[in-house]
Every structure is written in C-alpha cells, then in structure tokens.
C-alpha cells in the first residue's frame, strides 16, 4: 500500500510549488491542531508562524467557533443564495456593515473572487451612470490582489502575473501618489491599504492611503480597498483603513473572516453603488455575477463567531501586548550577518535577508531550517514572514523569533 506522501506526490498538485523539487523532498502532512500548534502524521509539533498562510486569527479548534459550525451543522450547511437567503449570511452582513461603515455587503469565496466583484461592479457602476468612458483601472507596482483574471490583471508582480498577460486588461501602473493621472476616465484605484503582503510586505508611506481618498474625491474614481489579508485586526487596528480615517468605495475581506475555518469572502460597497444596480427586469441592470456557495451557512456561521471572539476575549486589546513582543523580537535580527531590514506593524513581521539571487532560495533555506526546529512558515523570496495566530502566548512568540533568529545565522552566517 502506497503511503499517503506517496499519494500526495502521484496525485496532487501544489498552489505556488515546484512540483519537480516537491516530489523529491520530505512531504509534511498536517494531521491535526490546537491553538497555535499544528501536528504532523508522524506527531511532530510545529507551531503556526504564518497562521496557516495569514487565515487563522484566533488559532486552531477554539472552542466556540468550532461550536458555531457544529451547530449549524445540525440546521443546514448550505442553500442556493439565489433566490433565497439564509439566517447567518444576513446577520454577518449586518456585524460587517457596522464595522467598516459601508452599506452592503456582496459574497463570495475567497479574496481573488472578492476582488474580482469589486473590480466588475465598478466598471459596470459606471455604464449605469451613464459614464461608459470610465474604463481604466489604476493598479500599483508589485501589488498583489489574487489569481483570477481581474485581479492579476491588477496585479503587478511579473513571476506571478507576466505568463498570463494575453488574457488581461491594461491598467494604469503606478508606483506612488504622485504619479496618478489626470483626467476623468478611471472607473477605480485598487490599493493594498498600509502594506503590499506578496510583495514581501512592504510598507505604504504614512499619509498616502488618505491622500489617494482625496484624488479619487476630486476625480470621482471609485476607491478599491483590499483588506484581505490585512483585515481583522493584522495591522492593529480591525481594518487597516481605519489608520487614516479612510472609507473606501470598495472593501474586499476574506483569509480571517471566519477566523481562518472555512472558505469566504465579501465585497462590500456603498448604498450608492448599489442603487446604481436598481431598475426594471427588462433594463438587465442586474449584476450578473456569483458563485454556487455564495452566503455558504457554514462559513457565515464561523464568521460570526469569530466576530463574537473579538468582542468577549478582547482580542484587539491583547494584539497590543504582542505586537509590541514580536517587534522586539524581530529587531534582535538586525545584528545577524546577511539581515538587510526588519519591518512589523501589528501583527505582521518581515525580515529580509540579501542580496541573495532568488535562485539561492535563501529564503526557503531558512524557513526549512525553521521547520526543522519546530516553526512553520514560508517565505516571499528573500523575505521571511511570521504572522502567528492571535491565541499564541508569549513563550510561543518568544521561540517563534528566537528559532527565525537561529536559523538565519545557521543558513547566513
């Protein structure tokens, strides 16, 4: 009988992997967790440094958004969101709309399809206002915003997006503020709000957030936010636009919006945008687009409990306190030989080492010396990113960045 790494090599095929080099390794497969530890088939413990690729908020099994899906089980997984609604989608809807200050609330499944709404509704916002012209979309340099076909054509990180360029639409690149351009043809500006997370999680001028609000203000392009994985509480704060009193035309949510459990995503937008959708059956205003799970119960369920966490744990509170511990710790990276910059806001943190070609994977060698200590996470090039879950405690944080800090000097130094 084949083993299940034997399997997984005959049958699989893994997201952003070589498959030649994944075949010939050790296959980790992940059997079961608990808060901040996951464990392997062979009961191996690893604790989660990048919450499970940056979904898991409040860490494995909780035991109440484990009870909320549990329970919903025994109502209904899931029924058709076309023509019908269901009782979990329309109350996060509602929790959503009161913590972001936007009006409705669109769903999807992951954050490309998010995006990929978003994108769609304001072209097509602007064909109902009578602006057909508005037609171009201003994207930034080394922006990442998903892997269906709007978003990488937003996209523009080249090793991602540049194989695809046939199928995609032009945009307006740009790489800071004061490059926007004049005129009144842009449907929308699409950001990545605070910080480019694929990018190797790099930071947005202070300001700059707010200052592109005001262009589009004075322009009437609609503002694209995508809060997918800066969402619920990464960057300190619920959302990152809260950091510059910003409200955008657009927000896109998914990765922790059921705590990292299952599956889903929203789009939400401004009652006006929405009306612009209003009219008669036979004026076809009607936004045609969805998915088979969309408003899925069981996502919604988990949603919503991951809301109710936050709330009865306190859970932005705490993020003060750990934050403030993994800045500390990441910092101690600076004195390690091939460590070119420290970045951390909130709960993300990034160290980069270099210059080193991509072709060394440096990167992926020191996240495999991190494994082999007992921390899981995975570079972006030459970057190495530790996103733990919001129930680690302190010791765990502490050997997170202690094992980041041995394995750089063991694979740099």
């Known amino acids: 009988m084949n083993s299940l790494a034997d399997n997984d090599h005959r049958y699989l095929w893994h997201p952003f ?13 992940i059997a079961a967790a608990e808060g901040a530890v996951l464990r392997d088939t062979e009961g191996r413990e690893y604790l989660d440094g990048n919450s499970s690729i940056w979904t898991n908020l409040h860490g494995h099994r909780h035991p109440k958004i484990t009870a909320a899906i549990k329970g919903q089980l025994d109502r209904v997984a899931h029924s058709s969101f076309l023509g019908l609604s269901n009782v979990p989608a329309i109350e996060l809807a509602e929790r959503l709309c009161a913590l ?17 709404a978003a994108i769609k509704m304001a072209l097509q916002y602007w064909q109902h206002r009578g602006q057909p012209r508005r037609v171009k979309f201003v994207a930034f340099t080394d922006a990442y915003h998903g892997d269906t076909l709007g978003a990488v054509s937003v996209g523009g990180i080249s090793l991602f997006h540049a194989a695809f360029k046939p199928l995609l639409f032009d945009v307006v690149r740009v790489s800071k503020a004061s490059e926007l ?30 200052e592109l609000r005001e262009w589009c203000d004075k322009t009437g ?12 509480g990464r960057t300190g704060t619920m959302f990152a636009c809260e950091q510059e009193k910003v409200r955008p035309d657009f927000m896109a949510l998914a990765k922790g919006l059921t ?6 995503a929203a789009t939400l937008t401004t009652e006006q945008v929405f009306r612009a959708f209003l009219g008669e059956y036979g004026e076809f205003k009607t936004f045609f687009h969805g998915h088979s799970y969309t408003g899925n119960q069981l996502g919604c369920a988990a949603a919503l409990a991951s809301l109710r966490v936050f709330d009865e744990e306190g859970t932005l509170g705490k993020l003060t306190v ?16 091939g460590v070119v910059d420290v970045r951390c806001l909130g709960m993300i943190g990034a160290v980069e080492i270099g210059p080193y070609p991509l072709e060394a994977k440096m990167g992926i060698k020191v996240c495999a010396e991190m494994r082999r200590r007992g921390v899981l996470t995975r570079p972006i090039g030459n970057v190495i990113i530790l996103m733990p879950p919001y129930c680690v405690t302190t010791g765990q944080l502490e050997r997170m960045t202690t094992v980041l800090r041995e394995s750089i000097r063991s694979v740099c130094g």
């Open 17 to 29: 992997t070589q498959m030649k080099e994944w075949m010939a390794e050790e296959t980790l497969i």
């Open 259 to 264: 705590g990292g459990y299952l599956p889903l």
């Open 322 to 337: 750990l934050s403030s511990q993994l800045s500390d710790g990441l910092q101690r990276c600076r004195e390690l030989v």
């Open 100 to 116: 972001t200050k936007l009006d409705r609330v669109f769903y999807s499944d992951d954050g490309s399809t998010a995006m990929e």
């Open 181 to 210: 351009p004049s005129g009144n043809d842009v449907a929308a500006v699409v950001i990545e709000p605070l910080v480019q997370g694929a990018a190797g999680m790099k930071w947005w001028p202070r300001g700059m957030l707010r």
């Open 221 to 232: 392009a609609l503002l694209i936010a995508d809060e997918v994985m800066t969402g619920f």
